[in-house]
């Protein structure tokens, strides 16, 4: 598996655009919200929701490759499943909150969500498949906490479990 490979995965899993009022997000197209979009071409504010509808897969593919892979220094996880889980969770759920939950799993302090000397140290003696169990394990209760207080996200509910569930694949 390459990065590639990782952002095409993502790509299926995240669609098109949508705009439900419900998404804390707003628009989004690719999985791409019109607050990124808006940092990404630096406008200086989010990106209108015609401009995220009109954004171009290509340019979803540039934006994961670089904020969702090389700036959190996730292309940094040697194993390929471990970093496919670990970026589909800052995808979903932000890149600092997947670091967080990556350095957890692994027993590093401070959890700061940079991924550092330290975290990469500790990837160098982990073993993968016991580090994305846990990963995704803190996914499955950040799901849980977020349902049980916000009672407006239970429609995404069964598209996070199942998006979940199939990354169990990856282990």
Same mark, same amino acid.
């Given at each position: 598996?390459?990065?590639?490979?990782?952002?095409?995965?993502?790509?299926?899993?995240?669609?098109?655009?949508?705009?439900?009022?419900?998404? +804390? %997000?707003?628009?989004?197209?690719? %999985?791409?919200?019109?607050?990124?979009? %808006?940092?990404?071409?630096?406008?200086?504010?989010?990106?209108?929701?015609?401009?995220?509808?009109?954004?171009?897969?290509?340019?979803?593919?540039?934006?994961?490759?670089?904020?969702?892979?090389?700036?959190?220094?996730?292309? *940094?996880?040697?194993?390929?499943?471990? +970093?496919?889980?670990?970026?589909?969770?800052?995808?979903?759920?932000?890149?600092?909150?997947?670091?967080?939950?990556?350095?957890?799993?692994? %027993?590093?302090?401070?959890?700061?969500?940079?991924?550092?000397?330290?975290?990469?140290?500790?990837?160098?003696?982990?073993?993968?498949?016991?580090?994305?169990?846990?990963?995704?394990?803190? +996914?499955?209760?950040?799901?849980?906490?977020?349902?049980?207080?916000?009672?407006? *996200?239970?429609?995404?509910?069964?598209?996070?479990?199942?998006?979940?569930?199939?990354?169990?694949?990856?282990?």
């Amino acid at each position: 598996m390459t990065d590639d490979d990782i952002i095409a995965a993502v790509l299926k899993y995240e669609g098109g655009y949508t705009n439900n009022s419900a998404d +804390r %997000g707003g628009p989004t197209n690719y %999985g791409i919200t019109a607050k990124e979009l %808006g940092a990404w071409r630096n406008l200086g504010r989010d990106a209108t929701p015609s401009e995220v509808e009109a954004m171009t897969e290509a340019e979803a593919i540039q934006i994961y490759r670089k904020r969702y892979i090389a700036d959190p220094r996730f292309d *940094q996880i040697p194993d390929m499943n471990l +970093r496919m889980i670990v970026v589909d969770s800052g995808v979903l759920f932000g890149v600092s909150r997947a670091a967080k939950w990556l350095q957890q799993a692994l %027993g590093v302090a401070p959890v700061d969500g940079v991924i550092g000397p330290a975290t990469l140290q500790a990837l160098s003696v982990a073993v993968p498949r016991d580090i994305a169990k846990s990963v995704l394990g803190l +996914r499955f209760k950040t799901i849980g906490s977020l349902l049980s207080k916000e009672k407006s *996200q239970v429609v995404f509910a069964a598209g996070w479990i199942n998006r979940a569930v199939d990354l169990l694949r990856y282990i």
